[in-house]
T-cell receptor
Framework: ETGVTQTPRHLVMGMTNKKSLKCEQH?????MYWYKQSAKKPLELMFV???????ENNSVPSRFSPECPNSSHLFLHLHTLQPEDSALYLC?????????????FGPGTRLTVL | TQLLEQSPQFLSIQEGENLTVYCNSS?????LQWYRQEPGEGPVLLVT?????EVKKLKRLTFQFGDARKDSSLHITAAQTGDTGLYLC?????????FGKGTMLLVSP
């Protein structure tokens, strides 16, 4: 595997379910990100991790819980989501936190909350 | 208030045509990035422009950063069906990256 991979690619869940999204980067990067991409809205940065420590949480509801066990893996744990949380969730990584660095994105997980 | 406005939101053209899409803001950015996102995939960085007035070319794509570093344009010459996708601009400001909503480009044969 190369680049940034995300699983699952598609997920349908009920509002009472608990699920997790997984992201893995094979680039040796030190920073990882979760973004939410909704129709007709700009990409929204959710969480930023640098060297496995969370450095930014952009007022994301607590029903989204990130986890970064090591510099290559990033998870997004989901519980009691709402239908408006349906979106494409993108993971990205970069060499470090310098914003001008290229961010490499995964293909995303298309989430539908029923 | 949206920090980065992209226009048009949607553009449908025939193969061989030229087009320009815009990314505008009232804020100054230290640099600006353009990404292309194809259906079912994540965004892929095309170019980063850093200096006001800078012009960068990537084959048939020409990127320009405004003199005041508040706006940018992407011009595509002789569009091909492979250019179809969502074009996103992202501005770097105070060590954060802010994205626009994107321009969806559809190039038909």
């Amino acid at each position: 595997e190369t680049g940034v991979t995300q699983t699952p690619r598609h997920l349908v869940m009920g509002m009472t379910n608990k699920k997790s999204l997984k992201c893995e980067q094979h680039l040796g990067h030190n920073a990882m990100y979760w973004y939410k991409q909704s129709a007709k809205k700009p990409l929204e940065l959710m969480f930023v991790y640098s060297l496995e420590e969370r450095v930014e949480n952009n007022s994301v509801p607590s029903r989204f819980s990130p986890e970064c066990p090591n510099s290559s893996h990033l998870f997004l744990h989901l519980h009691t989501l709402q239908p408006e949380d349906s979106a494409l969730y993108l993971c990205a990584s970069s060499q470090d936190l310098a914003a001008y660095n290229e961010q490499f994105f995964g293909p995303g997980t298309r989430l539908t909350v029923l | 208030t949206q920090l980065l406005e992209q226009s048009p939101q949607f553009l449908s053209i025939q193969e061989g045509e030229n087009l320009t899409v815009y990314c505008n803001s009232s804020s100054v950015f230290s640099s600006l990035q353009w990404y292309r996102q194809e259906p079912g995939e994540g965004p892929v960085l095309l170019v980063t422009v850093v200096t006001g007035g800078e012009v960068k070319k990537l084959k048939r794509l020409t990127f320009q950063f405004g003199d005041a570093r508040k706006d940018s344009s992407l011009h595509i010459t002789a569009a091909q069906t492979g250019d179809t996708g969502l074009y996103l601009c992202a501005g770097v400001r105070y060590s954060t990256l802010t994205f626009g909503k994107g321009t969806m480009l559809l190039v038909s044969p």
